[in-house]
């Protein structure tokens, strides 16, 4: 078995070795250097140990491989290895997946020295591929192997095992180049559309009775237009003054009616006509106030006098966010009664330090965070746009306001939620970046996890630019081509914190 000791480097004991004290090889009184190699391919992850290769002495591989699709172990298929040296000979060793899920171990006897080439071919319903491994070194005896020797990488490495990465969600992903737009960081707000948001008032002096209010919404619960929110019983002189503006309305409504058919039948004047219609709309203006916030309706007996109830409708589609009185109170004309807001359209409210305020001018797009979740938001990705830019500057804060309207189609926005945004400057730069899921804080400077190899991982400290679309620019720390922990990289970081290796350390296998 295996035993790692180093995380670029295994070392084993010449008794590990089959034939280092060998049944025909001398003795020797030194550890050879043994061997990690990691390759990615398009579908599969190969990390590969092996100890020092010597001509005459059987040799067994641990090949790990990886799954691209989901970073987890290749469980199933058949592994044909095949080793070429130019102009010499050529081995092939055959394994299956062994008791470990992920691990093949082919065994291999060279009768030749040399440098060969490998051929990984994998096949399987799983995944098939073929990976080739150049510069596979076997020595001709014992002695011309090298000594193992302590590599500084220049840097501390955080050891997290296959079996590790295996066994959670993980996955990592190679730095490469990006388009980002640039930005103007601020402070944000999530706020109702003026138009979706409403204050409903009392129409009339009355009294809410519980009797009549059975179905009285609650607060959270979504209203139409044709919904009833309130009963109101007014009184007599409050009735009075109702049927008097609707008696005023029928009758201009009749008369005008009249003075169309006499004017058909040139019976009055173009003037008595026109003196008409205009008593209608007058009429029919005031009434129109009054009937689009309240229905009237004559239901029960009160000495024989018929009693009217006003049902108070909602001027808007929407949410009640709140009901600001109790049953069986009196209310009076124009009193706030309920708050209702329609959440599916939003605005975002930004506010831009003045400072910066030139840099958006051409601005037309935005992204922004919100508390409670982890996810980027993008105005334009939510059918979103610009606004307006403010012209007047807060005196306290130094900041000028910079609104966005959006839709909220899934109700994650909030009315009230506190925001980070990254206003969209409109230029964009092709660099260096990584996902922002890659990046931690670590007591205030942004670090990554870079996948060195197979069971390697070094903990880089970030400069960071730009972030846009998922994305952060890197101005130093990482390089183009290296692989990133993008999925997991919180565990990797827990790893990171332990300083000793176990006793007892290493590989089920």
């Known amino acids: 078995m295996f035993r790692y000791i180093s995380l670029c480097l295994f070392i084993a004991g010449c008794a590990f070795l089959t034939g280092c004290t060998g049944r025909s090889g001398p003795k020797t009184d030194h550890e050879h250097e043994a061997t990690s190699i990691t390759l990615w391919t398009e579908k599969t992850e190969l990390f590969m140990e092996y100890p020092a290769l010597v001509v005459g002495h059987k040799a067994a591989f641990a090949v790990h491989l990886s799954d691209m699709k989901d970073f987890k172990p290749v469980i199933r298929g058949r592994l044909t290895c095949i080793f070429k040296k130019a102009g010499g000979e050529s081995v092939t060793a055959i394994a299956k997946a062994s008791r470990y899920p992920g691990i093949f171990r082919p065994v291999v006897k060279f009768k030749q020295a040399g440098v060969y080439t490998m051929q990984l071919k994998l096949q399987g319903r799983q995944v098939s591929d073929v990976i080739n491994v150049p510069g596979i070194r076997v020595y001709a005896d014992h002695d011309a192997t090298p000594h193992s020797v302590a590599r500084d990488s220049g840097e501390e490495l955080i050891t997290f095992l296959k079996e590790q990465q295996w066994k959670m969600d993980f996955r990592t992903e190679p730095i490469g180049k990006h388009t980002l737009s640039s930005s103007v960081q601020a402070v944000g707000e999530i706020l109702p559309r003026p138009q979706m948001h409403t204050e409903v008032p009392a129409p009339v002096n009355g009294v809410i009775l519980a009797d009549q209010n059975a179905g009285l919404p609650s607060v959270g619960q979504w209203v139409s237009k044709n919904d009833i929110l309130a009963v109101i019983s007014p009184p007599a002189n409050t009735e009075s003054s109702f049927n008097s503006i609707r008696s005023e309305y029928l009758i201009a409504n009749a008369e005008y009616e009249r003075a169309q058919r006499l004017f058909a039948k040139k019976a009055i004047s173009q003037k008595r006509l026109e003196e008409a219609k205009l008593r209608f709309e007058a009429r029919k203006a005031g009434y129109d106030v009054i009937s689009k916030q309240v229905d009237f309706a004559s239901s ?210």
């Open 300 to 509: 029960g007996q009160n000495d024989g006098v018929a009693a009217m109830h006003f049902h108070l409708k909602p001027p808007i589609d929407g949410i009640i966010q709140e009901i600001h009185f109790h049953l069986g109170e009196n209310v009076q004309t124009g009193e706030k009664l309920f708050t209702i807001t329609n959440p599916k359209k939003v605005l975002l409210k930004a506010h831009v330090p003045v400072a910066r305020i030139a840099q958006i001018k051409n601005a037309s797009d935005a992204s922004f965070r919100i508390e409670g979740y982890e996810q980027e938001f993008m105005v334009s990705r939510l059918n979103g746009r610009l606004v307006s830019i403010g012209s007047i500057v807060d005196e306290k804060s130094r900041t000028v306001p910079v609104l966005f309207k959006l839709d909220n189609p899934d109700n994650i926005l909030k009315i009230g939620m506190f925001a980070e945004v990254s206003v969209k400057t409109g230029e964009s730069v092709e660099t260096l970046a990584i996902p922002n899921s890659a990046i931690f804080d670590d007591n205030g400077t942004p670090v990554a996890y870079i996948h060195v190899e197979g069971e390697s991982f070094a903990k880089r400290a970030l400069t960071t630019g730009i972030t846009d679309n998922g994305y952060t620019q890197i101005l130093n720390g990482a390089s183009e081509g290296e692989r990133v922990t993008t999925v997991g990289g919180y565990q990797v970081r827990l790893a990171s914190l332990s300083t000793s290796v176990p006793s007892g350390h290493g590989h089920e296998h």
